[in-house]
């Protein structure tokens, strides 16, 4: 078995989560077992992963497995299913939120899930002084998974408990008070194998647990790859049973992208100084591999695979012609987050609005940062392009985003790949890309589906652009040349790729 090693699956999933699930369904068309792993407890673990288009026989979860509920599906614990406090003398609705009162005072909390009124989520005990003592928390699929005991003011947790679906205590987290926080002093696996497992940071319980998993075929050892190494760097390097394994970087590897001589983050310096713990590194481009080996010359192999590629269904999908999308539409495919560099692609976009009026800007991403997503909007209202540029937020659906747009600017500061890159090529849609490390400049055959220009320099991307979208003759060749990309990226090439590594046994 393969496993795709990573903390969580996001409702809304990371860059990282996206390729994991592009590689998974490149595994599954060429018939070879793999699995996203990951170690955060979740308890809307299987709803998120569902609303990927992943099913429970694709996906393992740390908590999930100790817990024995990888494949659950039965009865949901629904509203109507709590029991109402014997003296009990009052119950308040509060929103969807239901209060049972004794004496004037909440003693019982109950919270539905957000997308189900009906469903409960959470169940919070209160004493008579108002503290909360107790919260238990119910799994998406319906079952109680966890319960949280709070110190006796009712601030911190000191205790939570993971359950099995028959309600036995699987996994118990002990917290110590300090200050104002409460840091994991003790994770205690219960009646696991006939015995209690007693472990003092994550790191062990993650290596307890992958090596447990190698033992179910003990003569087919698992492959690791590390997706968020950070996360998995030091476990893997104490595995006690033999098992292949295998660092993922999907990200530059230097403090300062445009300086390759710039000190390297922690976790990579970790994996260098004990690389004979692995088999080798993949990395996503030529460049980043060769920029590794001149400087680090490490020890294991560094591999260079793409992180994307292109479905049999998308290679056979009709080509879209520039006349059949909407007229100057320009996307970008990026989160609100410094990397994406979003200032300047709102400055590109201001002087190609002034050449071409009815050219409009959709940026598709989800935001984690409200600062800059508020520095965005401003700098859009006072440039006057509310009415011409979007930011649309997060998309399941980019397929229709891609076939409708004629053009797709890029302006990250820094990239490891450029998933998005390949997917707008492979429907067809030019990118014009800043010169950066690392990605864009091996995926975009520059003035043939698209350009590469100067990192920063948005009048030179703007420029471009213009010259592109007021040629329609050369936008339409461009186009049928970005579709090229499908074959060099089709699933039976960057297969072969993959079997002619070191990764593929």
């Known amino acids: 078995m393969y496993y795709f090693l990573s903390e969580r699956i996001a409702q809304h999933p990371s860059g990282i989560e996206h390729a994991q699930i592009k590689r998974l369904r490149l595994f599954e068309e060429n018939h070879v077992q793999a699995k ?83 469903q409960v989520s959470e169940v919070h005990y209160l004493d008579f002084s108002g503290h909360i003592v107790q919260k238990d928390f119910y799994d998406t699929r319906g079952f109680l998974s966890f ?62 647990v992958l090596d447990e998993l190698n033992l179910i075929h003990p003569k087919q050892p698992n492959t690791l790859l590390a997706d968020l190494d950070y996360v998995y760097d030091r476990p893997m390097t104490w595995l006690t049973t033999k098992m292949r394994k295998f660092l993922v970087w999907h990200n530059i590897h230097t403090t300062d992208p445009t300086d390759l001589n710039s000190a390297i983050y922690a976790n990579y310096e970790f994996e260098l100084k004990n690389a004979a713990s692995f088999d080798g590194l993949i990395v996503p ?26 479905n049999s269904k998308q ?47 959709d940026i598709w991403g989800y935001s984690n940062d409200q600062k800059l997503f508020k520095f965005l909007q401003n700098q859009i209202n006072d440039l006057h392009l509310t009415k011409k540029i979007a930011l649309k937020g997060y998309t399941r659906n ?71 979208l007021k040629n329609p003759d050369l936008l339409i060749q461009m186009s049928q040349n970005a579709y090229k990309i499908r074959q060099t990226y089709s699933t039976d090439q960057v297969w072969q790729e993959w079997k002619n590594s070191l990764v593929i046994q």
Request: charged residues 20%; contains cysteine.
């Open 36 to 118: 996203i792993f990951t170690n955060a407890y979740d308890r809307f673990f299987h709803y998120n992963a569902s609303q990927n288009g992943l099913n429970d026989t694709e996906i393992l979860n740390l908590f999930d497995w100790l817990q024995h509920t990888e494949t659950y599906h039965g009865k949901k614990f629904m509203v109507t299913n709590v029991e109402r406090p014997g003296n009990c003398d009052q119950i308040i609705h509060d929103g969807e939120n239901i209060n049972y009162i004794i004496n004037k005072q909440i003693i019982l909390k109950v919270i539905p899930f957000s997308f189900d009124s009906n």
């Open 147 to 208: 319960s949280q005991f709070m110190d006796q003011n009712g601030g911190g947790v000191v205790t939570e408990i993971m359950y099995t679906v028959n309600h036995q205590p699987a996994v118990e987290i002990s917290y110590r008070h300090q200050g104002n926080q409460y840091p994991v002093t003790l994770y205690r696996v219960l009646n696991y194998a006939g015995n209690d497992w007693y472990f003092d940071n994550m790191n062990q319980l993650i290596r307890f």
């Open 285 to 310: 481009t030529k460049k980043q591999a060769a920029d590794i080996k001149s400087r680090f010359n490490p020890i294991f192999p560094i591999i260079t695979l793409p992180f994307g590629y292109v």
């Open 315 to 361: 290679n056979k999908a009709p080509k879209i012609n520039s006349f059949d999308r909407i007229t100057h539409k320009i996307i970008a495919i990026a989160r609100i987050h410094e990397q994406k560099n979003l200032p300047d692609m709102i400055a590109a976009f201001n002087l190609i609005q002034q050449a071409i009026p009815d050219a409009t800007l």
């Open 398 to 468: 980019l397929n229709a985003v891609y076939d409708t747009a004629q053009l797709m600017l890029l302006t990250s500061r820094y990239e490891g790949y450029g998933l998005a890159v390949v997917e707008a090529l492979s429907h067809g849609v030019p990118v014009i890309s800043y010169q950066i490390n690392y990605g864009p400049e091996e995926i975009i055959k520059s003035k043939f589906d698209g350009s590469i220009v100067p990192q920063g320099d948005y009048q030179e991307m703007a420029k471009v652009a213009i010259s592109y």
